[in-house]
């Protein structure tokens, strides 16, 4: 197989606690291969989550058959960046494969700001395996509520209503005394996902494990399903989860000085992607605005991680290029 001819390439990768997804793509916006692996959040992961991230940065080249001196840069948007044991260990991987000088490491919500919020309008609400929101005042100044991490107070990501529901069973919360059947349908599912026969019992070799935070936070999805349905035990937590980020929204905009009853809110990420928890969102949001657009990219975060070290580097990447190619941004219904 030829190489492929272009002196110009760009990497991006998007790296949060559940899922790690990386681009490869030229200056014309022409993507050569897109992948994704398992997590790599380095406050949660740390080794084990940068070498996922360098494997695959690696299988991203070979993929493509490019020239690694064609490579102009790499972004990193990894969740956890902050990290400073993640950072090292990511930089001296990184300085086996001879490309740590062109990298380019950022938090994984200023990445995806990049793509969800192209012109500096709106704000951009992440909720997936974690939470945070963040927003640009007039004079390009970033500012964010939420992001303290999966185990230091955030509430409402995918993560907290894992554990919130957990702790709610184990402890024989009162609105779980109350409401029976609901309790052991959702003891049900949470046995079937976790592929446990007691969750009390088994509970202890899941957090032993060192993927306990994407399995936790996996169970949100038939959380907010049975909220959905009308499970009231559900509905509490999810509730919670949208009250809780809803004040992180309104905190975000009291501190841009955000005056007008009207608000854009750009949504990342596999939580807020559910139309039933936005709408809760939206609920819990009423009081403080009138109207609420909602929007998101339609190219994945990883290239937002790209953009940003392209700019490092003094090079702008037109966004609309890549959007004009068809690259489809995954949601979630």
Request: glycine residues 8%; contains cysteine.
């Amino acid at each position: 197989m030829d190489t492929y001819n272009s002196q110009d390439i760009f990497i991006g990768i998007d790296g949060g606690a559940s899922k790690t997804r990386g681009v490869i793509f030229d200056i014309e916006g022409n993507t050569l291969s897109m992948l994704c692996s398992k997590g790599s959040n380095l406050a949660v992961y740390r080794e084990l989550g940068a070498d996922r991230i360098c494997n695959l940065i690696e299988d991203l080249i070979n993929q493509s058959n490019i020239d690694r001196e064609s490579i102009k840069s790499i972004g990193l948007g990894i969740a956890g960046s902050s990290d400073q044991d993640g950072r090292d260990i990511l930089f001296k991987g990184l300085d086996k494969i001879n490309l740590s000088e062109r990298t380019l490491l950022t938090n994984d919500a200023e990445a995806a700001y990049q793509v969800c919020c192209p012109n500096n309008s709106g704000l951009l609400v992440t909720v997936g395996t974690g939470v945070i929101c963040i927003g640009k005042n007039k004079d390009g100044k970033l500012f964010k509520t939420a992001g303290k991490g999966h185990y230091s107070g955030d509430i409402g990501s995918g993560f907290w209503i894992g554990v919130q529901t957990i702790l709610k069973l184990s402890m024989n919360d009162e609105i779980c005394a109350y409401n029976p059947l609901d309790t052991k349908k959702i003891q049900e599912i949470i046995c079937q996902e976790l592929e446990i026969s007691n969750l009390n019992q088994d509970l202890e070799d899941i957090i032993q494990s060192p993927e306990v935070v994407r399995i936790i936070a996996s169970l949100s999805k038939s959380i907010i399903k049975l909220a959905n349905n009308k499970n009231e035990v559900a509905l509490s937590i999810v509730q919670q989860a949208t009250t809780a980020v809803a004040d992180y929204i309104i905190d975000l905009a009291n501190q841009l000085d955000f005056k007008s009853e009207n608000i854009i809110l750009s949504v990342n990420g596999s939580v807020i992607q559910n139309r039933f928890f936005r709408n809760s969102l939206e609920d819990a949001l009423g009081f403080s605005f009138n109207q609420i657009k909602w929007i998101s990219s339609k190219i994945p975060t990883a290239y937002g991680a790209a953009i940003l070290a392209a700019k490092y580097k003094g090079i702008d990447i037109n966004l609309s290029a890549i959007v004009d190619k068809g690259v489809v941004f995954e949601t979630n219904s």
